[in-house]
């Protein structure tokens, strides 16, 4: 399951599946060789400004949240400065 909400505080991104899960000790202590995919996900989250949680568990399933802030998440229209002429 997808799911995006584009909030008025935040946009968010919700992925969950039923699958085999994820072992966050091994992320943990991943080696280059490894399974690098999800610390990197941590790194780039948090270089924009973003947040990332993973819950995980063996045999049931995981789930990855993505929450970015509004302010850095959607573009913003420069506002036009006025102006004022007395003739």
Do not use: C
């Not at 280059?32 to 996900?41: A, F, K, S």
């Amino acid at each position: 399951r997808v799911e995006l909400e584009y909030g008025e505080r935040a946009f968010k991104l919700n992925v969950v599946d039923d699958g085999q899960g994820i072992l966050i000790e091994r992320m943990k202590t991943a080696l280059p060789n490894d399974r690098w995919g999800l610390i990197g996900m941590y790194e780039r989250a948090s270089k924009i400004g973003g947040t990332l949680i993973i819950r995980s568990v063996l045999e049931e399933g995981s789930e990855v949240k993505f929450t970015l802030p509004a302010k850095l998440a959607y573009p913003r229209k420069k506002k036009l400065k006025s102006i004022r002429y007395h003739g």
